[in-house]
């Protein structure tokens, strides 16, 4: 985005020379003249000769802008070892179900799984477990939300950039420029390019790491708790992403047309109700 800022001179250590109120301060305008998301395909946007981009290249240019952004970077690291700590607390969280019901519910408990204490004390210690990780957690959760923010950062730097861009046009091109379409890009683009764009891929991690936690739980629990490995889960865990990877791209072109139709509508709304007021 293009920066603009003023610099004031200050008296203090000011030696043989006298500084000028009216002359001690002077603004200054960094013009950035890079293109979104990012200068790769600068020589397409020049010449306007945007049919032939492949809409994955953008995206991906795009979630490499945002990785380039220390403070966002910063966050989203934060953001991703939290899911991963969510992800193998659901993984204890199956071996301690498993425990439950084949140790302390047992009536003929492996001695060799009771860790020299009776089936009470273990339903003890298992509750006080389940409880400290619970509100590990829950303050997990609160402080990704509170003070690791990435949609809220995310969404307002591609704000503020776009105000800051549309206020270094002349006033040729501001006149130029369709009201509502801006007026969309702010309030509508911005955020849904930030949660379909950025988020989903924060989701899509959350779930690959959900799904090798249950992979793992197929291959371990087995072992630790002396059951015989089942087939089935694991078949069913390779099958069902695949089936739903086909059912994605089979249904992507009538979503992609979907939303090029509401994209339109927005924008016509937006200049009706611009024009009225």
């Known amino acids: 985005p293009d920066l603009d800022f003023k610099v004031h001179l200050l008296p203090e250590g000011l030696v043989g020379a006298r500084l000028d109120k009216h002359m001690s301060m002077t603004r200054i305008k960094i013009i950035d003249d890079d293109f979104f998301p990012t200068n790769t395909y600068r020589e397409c946007f020049d010449s306007g000769d945007i049919e032939g981009l492949v809409p994955i290249n953008l995206y991906k240019e795009y979630l490499w802008s945002c990785v380039q952004n220390p403070a966002l970077r910063k966050n989203l690291m934060k953001?991703?070892?939290a899911q991963q700590v969510s992800n193998f607390c659901s993984f204890a969280k199956m071996l301690a179900n498993t425990f439950l019901?084949?140790?302390?519910?047992?009536?003929?408990?492996?001695e060799n799984l009771k860790f020299g204490m009776d089936q009470h004390q273990l339903l003890m210690c298992l509750v006080l477990i389940s409880m400290l990780v619970f509100a590990g957690l829950h303050l997990l959760n609160y402080w990704k939300l509170t003070h690791w923010g990435v949609a809220g950062f995310a969404t307002r730097k591609l704000q503020v950039a776009l105000v800051r861009k549309f206020l270094s046009y002349n006033e040729v091109s501001r006149h130029a420029m369709e009201t509502?379409?801006?007026?969309?890009?702010l309030t509508v683009n911005?955020?849904?390019?930030?949660?379909?764009?950025?988020?989903?891929?924060?989701?899509?991690?959350q779930a690959l790491g959900l799904f090798m936690t249950i992979l793992l739980y197929n291959v371990v629990g087995p072992i630790l708790f002396h059951r015989p490995c089942r087939l089935m889960p694991l078949l069913s865990l390779t099958v069902l992403p695949l089936i739903l990877a086909v059912a994605f791209l089979l249904r992507f072109p009538l979503t992609k047309r979907h939303l090029t139709e509401v994209y339109g509508a927005q924008v016509v709304v937006m200049e009706q109700v611009t024009e009225a007021f």
């Open 190 to 205: 911005c955020p849904a390019i930030v949660e379909h764009g950025l988020m989903s891929v924060l989701e899509l991690s």
């Open 180 to 185: 509502g379409r801006l007026m969309n890009s």
């Open 79 to 81: 953001f991703l070892i």
């Open 101 to 110: 019901l084949d140790v302390i519910l047992s009536l003929n408990p492996p």
